[in-house]
């Protein structure tokens, strides 16, 4: 984006080409989903380079490494499941609900086993965010009249060997692959007129990826169908311009021929 020209019309390329930027930069920790939900909706409202420059005025532009930072560490790949299983005892290890509820979710640490009892109550065990202590951890559910849920992200392998009675556990993602070097979640425990539900959902960031991906899909085909219509109108243009010259050709050879027949009527009077 030029500062040269900030008062000329933006257009949905150079929308495109800043949402990129701000796509990367989400993905590399720069931006915070708040963040990005904001310059994303200023970026499809902007109408003018003026408005587009300074939305992107303090990330690296695209195909410009940034400084790197030098530790004594190397850290693993951005996002592997390698940098997840960091070992330690967990962030917590239990929880309870009598009558109420809890939550675990965004960044925290998945001990070895956690714990988590509910009674006349309700949880949320969310780890598509969650660090890992393990290569393998235990998720032990009591639930009494009551419910959990056990959210995993895409990858991770999930073994479930609870016990219901007059409820049960939700069986439906075990037996998934999981990806290489990705935790293994065991849901145990046990439920009596309640039940542990077990789902494999997306991440938020994940989620607005594949959200742009899809807007992208439907702007170049729109691209596309206007460059098929210009194309069909060209090809129009090109028929109505030869009819016309056909029309004028026809017009001319039947001035020529009345013409001469005037001129030979006059003759014979003459």
């Known amino acids: 984006m030029t500062d040269d020209a900030p008062e000329l019309r933006a257009s949905d390329a150079d929308r495109e080409r800043v949402a990129e930027v701000l796509r990367d930069a989400l993905a590399e920790g720069r931006l915070d989903m708040t963040e990005f939900e904001e310059r994303l909706d200023a970026t499809y409202k902007a109408r003018t380079y003026g408005e587009l420059t300074p939305i992107t005025r303090d990330l690296p532009a695209a ?3 940034p400084m790197t930072v030098d530790m004594v560490k190397k850290p693993e790949q951005s996002g592997s499941w390698a940098q997840r299983i ?7 290890t239990w929880a309870v609900a009598v009558m109420s509820g809890f939550q675990r979710k965004g960044r925290w640490t998945v001990p070895r086993r956690f714990n988590c009892f509910a009674f006349w109550g309700g ?24 419910g959990m849920s056990v959210i995993v992200p895409p990858g991770v392998e999930v073994v479930v ?31 009596f007129w309640g039940g542990v539900g077990v789902e494999r959902k997306l991440t938020r960031a994940e989620k607005q990826r594949l959200r742009e991906e899809r807007r992208q899909e439907k702007l170049d085909r729109k691209a ?14 090109d028929v109505h311009d030869a009819h016309r010259r056909m029309l004028d050709g026809h017009r001319s050879l039947m001035h020529d021929r009345h013409e001469e027949r005037r001129e030979r009527r006059r003759r014979g009077e003459d």
């Open 63 to 65: 195909g410009v490494t």
């Open 86 to 92: 960091v070992g330690g005892e967990g962030s917590s």
């Open 123 to 146: 949880g949320e065990i969310d780890l598509r965010e969650a660090n890992f202590a393990d290569r393998e951890v235990e998720i032990n559910c009591v639930a009494i009249m009551g």
């Open 161 to 191: 060997r609870g016990i219901g009675i007059m409820g049960g556990f939700d069986q439906r993602e075990e037996g998934v692959p999981g990806d290489p070097g990705a935790p293994r979640v065991i849901v145990t425990g046990f439920a």
């Open 224 to 237: 596309s169908r206007r460059e098929l219509r210009g194309s069909v109108g060209d090809d129009m243009d």
